[in-house]
């Protein structure tokens, strides 16, 4: 058939370029989050090459299309091999980080409400928890959100990163309602590595399941140099359940990443499968229906073409970039480094320990690398005051830098420009948000509401110079929009940070929904 295109096609692919020109370099090292470079174009070829032979593959049905079941088949394979599970462990390819996180939680609530059944308690009746240190990734705040459960949050050791074991055994000794526990290997916010081997044993001995997100670590933890595994995957008999993401240290384009589940039994609680409508039978293993096969068959040709070898040649390159980056933090006078990470992730925040016009604060650190060609990741100070435990202390802001094998050959560069912008901010105050606080005050007429609507959080937004006048109501916006945020995220976060959640998160929501409307 010929048709009538509207628009030329190879038009529409140049302003996408264009368009493109204007994203965060996703290569090369530049931006220390979100993007996770091999460094080697062979791995991305792969990837094109296999994103386009299963291009109009549906995954929803592994019987029609088999290849899925073989690739995913496989990869799951791999993934127990690297986390020493036994013969009882299986899994699935889920379409990322939070998929696998909302997964483990499903399938928990359903092994919780099975056992409470058996013990003749109404499980409706209560609302079960999921307890976890206060760095838990924010996909199990969205899971329990999502799927009707209580998150309990343990606090962290300020200076460690890491929750006290005591903790846990003091909320495990009555569990009746504990759903799950989860530990992270390691924790996004501060990449240390929770006490995984005592609390698993804990929860194992109250019968309770217990989730190690290994989400980001997974792919390169179990080649870390000088780290036993024995104390954090599935050789741990109380570790349940455990998520790696392959879109992260996996090397594949987004979408992909593995959960894990001990016993066949539990697993299957992971699926959703009825028969209650007049369509053809569903089965889904994971949370969408009709779904994509790309992501599924890059991570496969990625895992099949590095082997465990080149797994362990591309994380030892990240281990010496990270032994370096913090040789080099250490060394700057001003900054201190969050715990002893273990893996390729850096929490840096101010030494409070050099008097102030030394210190250096983390998110003019941060602002600061970018004019240099840096992008750092800001992290705002946290209030634990809402943990299980009273008093704990505060988690203070922190720059975040995710390290990738491509850091390894920009390490002069990066290591020149982290010195050389915290030179430029030392003894620079942290934001003063009180003007900040006082116009949001004076533009609401007073005190802040206890929530705001999408008008009220838009004109808020404007008042601080956080929004276009005209990105909504009048016109259609700037066609290359690069994003709503300033160049400097420093008092953006500080605001974040003084703002109670309920006025933040929907003032947050406002900034990225206003990006999307037409
Ligand atoms: C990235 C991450 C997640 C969530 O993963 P997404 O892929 O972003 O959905 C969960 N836990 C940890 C520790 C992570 O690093």
Not at 117 to 140: E, L, M, N, W, Y
Not at 181 to 198: K, N, R
């Amino acid at each position: 058939m010929s048709m009538q295109f509207e628009q030329d096609s190879v038009a529409v692919l140049g302003r996408l370029d264009a368009l493109r020109a204007a994203d965060a370099p996703t290569h090369g090292g530049r931006v220390l989050s979100y993007v996770y470079d091999s460094g080697i174009a062979e791995i991305d070829a792969l990837a094109a090459a296999a994103v386009r032979a299963v291009q109009p593959v549906n995954a929803l049905d592994p019987t029609t299309f088999s290849s899925v079941a073989v690739m995913e088949r496989e990869i799951v394979g791999f993934a127990r091999a690297v986390f020493h599970g036994d013969d009882s462990v299986v899994g699935t390819v889920t379409s990322g980080g939070t998929e696998s996180c909302l997964l483990a939680v499903k399938t928990a609530r359903e092994i919780w409400r099975a056992d409470a059944a058996a013990r003749g308690v109404d499980h409706r009746a209560t609302v079960p928890r999921i307890i976890a240190p206060s760095s838990v990734h924010a996909a199990f705040h969205k899971a329990a959100d999502y799927l009707g459960l209580r998150l309990e949050l343990v606090p962290v050791d300020a200076a460690s990163g890491l929750p006290a074991v005591a903790d846990f055994a003091a909320l495990l000794a009555d569990a009746d309602d504990v759903a799950l526990v989860v530990l992270s290997a390691p924790s996004y916010p501060h990449g240390v590595i929770d006490p995984i081997a005592e609390v698993s044993a804990l929860a194992a001995a109250a019968g309770v399941s217990c989730h190690v997100d290994a989400c980001f670590g997974g792919f390169v933890l179990p080649w870390w140099p000088g780290l036993d595994a024995a104390g954090w995957d599935l050789q741990l008999p109380g570790v349940t359940s455990l998520s790696a993401d392959l879109h992260k240290y996996g090397y594949t384009p987004k979408g992909a990443s593995v959960l894990l589940q001990r016993g066949r039994d539990r697993q299957r609680k992971q699926y959703f499968a009825t028969t209650g409508w007049p369509g053809y039978p569903v089965v889904n293993s994971t949370l969408l229906g009709s779904k994509s096969a790309a992501a599924l068959a890059a991570a496969w040709a990625i895992t099949q073409t590095l082997g465990q070898s080149g797994f362990a040649e591309l994380t030892a390159s990240c281990a010496r970039a990270t032994e370096t980056l913090l040789g080099v933090i250490r060394g700057i006078e001003g900054l201190r480094v969050v715990g002893e990470p273990t893996g390729p992730a850096i929490a840096v925040t101010t030494d409070e320990s050099v008097p102030a016009e030394r210190r250096v604060d983390p998110h003019h650190w941060a602002d600061q690398a970018r004019t240099h060609g840096w992008q750092l990741q800001l992290q705002p100070g946290f209030d634990q005051a809402g943990t299980t435990r009273p008093g704990g202390a505060r988690l203070p802001a922190t720059a975040h830098l995710t390290v990738t094998p491509v850091t390894e050959s920009r390490l002069p560069e990066l290591s020149a420009a982290l010195i050389a912008a915290a030179a430029e901010v030392r003894g620079v105050p942290r934001v003063d948000v009180a003007p900040l606080l006082g116009s949001l005050g004076a533009a609401l007429g007073g005190a802040l509401p206890a929530t705001l609507d999408a008008a009220t959080a838009f004109a808020l937004l404007q008042g601080i110079g956080l929004a276009q006048a005209g990105a909504s109501d009048a016109g259609a916006p700037d066609a290359t929009a690069t994003g709503a945020l300033p160049e400097r995220l420093a008092p953006f976060l500080a605001l974040v940070e003084a703002l109670p959640p309920a006025v933040a998160e929907p003032l947050l929501t406002e900034l990225i929904a206003r990006l999307v409307e037409p």
